[in-house]
């Protein structure tokens, strides 16, 4: 039983064989780019994940291009490669069916291409894919932390000192968002002067955002390819608060309470 299964896969193995011989580079050409699909499309993902279809359709236009150089490379290949392709297309010679194969091929090839370029085209009426909460709930040890500097002009005066060093870079030196390294940022740096970004928040929100930046970001503020660096490396816990009374100071904003 099992024998006559493996004779019978033998023979059409065989078989294939012959028809790829008989139908030269063009044959042997289209096997190599479908199988190179099947290969990248179900056998690939089941060593890694899955490959994008843009990167799929890479390699494939990578491989049409060897193919078509190896065909064309002697006049005598070049011509069993096209022959088929240009005998098809002119209709020479055809008969019956052919005939209505070609027929179909020549009408609906346009109306593919026609309705890929429509279906790109269209804008779509889904929503956009990127909602994201902007101020996402702080992890539990944040809730109600507050500020255990007192707040007094020195203070306030070496915040604004350290913003100047540290922040300003982003946050502009007039606390709106427009420093000069805040160009090409998406999402932009905060902008604290306005009343919707730190008048909005407790002084424990920005001690948690400032401590633990774009990579403390939950899953409920994703996307949010966040440029906020993560300052608990290098800022000490005093100058974090300290900063938190600079910034509310110069941006003329006062942190939301529970009154
Ligand atoms: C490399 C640029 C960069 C630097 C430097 C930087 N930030 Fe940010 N910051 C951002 C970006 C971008 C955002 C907006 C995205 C986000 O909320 O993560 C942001 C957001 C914030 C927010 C959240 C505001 C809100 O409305 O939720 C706070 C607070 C903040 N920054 C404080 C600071 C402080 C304080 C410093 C200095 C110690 C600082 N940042 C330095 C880029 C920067």
Redesign the pocket.
């Known amino acids: 039983m099992k024998g006559g299964l493996l004779l019978k896969g033998e023979v059409l193995l065989k078989k294939v064989g012959v028809l790829l011989d008989k139908g030269g580079v063009l044959a042997q050409g289209v096997v190599l780019v479908v199988g190179l699909y099947l290969f990248l499309k179900f056998i690939l993902p089941l060593f890694t994940a899955p490959l994008p279809a843009n990167l799929i359709f890479l390699y494939l236009t990578l491989a049409v291009a060897g193919i078509v150089i190896f065909a064309t490379i002697s006049g005598e290949s070049t011509e069993e490669f096209f022959g088929p392709i240009v005998r098809f297309l002119s209709g020479e010679g055809q008969t019956g069916s052919m005939k209505i194969v070609r027929l179909l091929v020549l009408v609906l090839f346009p109306l593919l291409v026609g309705w890929q370029t429509y279906a790109s085209a269209v804008p779509s009426d889904m929503p956009p894919a990127e909602s994201r909460t902007?101020?996402p709930a702080p992890p539990g040890e944040f809730v109600g932390l507050s500020n255990p500097i007192p707040n007094t002009p020195e203070n306030v005066m070496m915040g604004k000192g350290?913003?100047a060093a540290?922040?300003?870079?982003?946050?502009g030196a007039n606390f709106d968002?427009k420093?000069p390294?805040?160009r090409g940022?998406d999402?932009?740096?905060?902008n604290?002067v306005d009343p919707?970004?730190?008048a909005?928040?407790q002084e424990s929100?920005?001690y948690w955002?400032?401590k633990k930046?774009?990579v403390g970001?939950p899953v409920e503020?994703m996307p949010?390819k966040?440029?906020?660096?993560r300052?608990e490396l290098e800022?000490p816990d005093e100058w974090?608060w300290k900063?938190?009374m600079g910034?509310y100071d110069g941006a003329h904003q006062k942190p939301r309470t529970w009154e």
């Open positions: 902007i101020h350290l913003f540290f922040c300003s870079p982003c946050h968002g420093g390294a805040a940022f999402p932009p740096p905060a604290f919707g970004t730190i909005q928040l929100y920005l955002r400032i930046g774009g970001l503020g949010w966040s440029a906020m660096p300052w800022l974090v900063i938190i910034e």
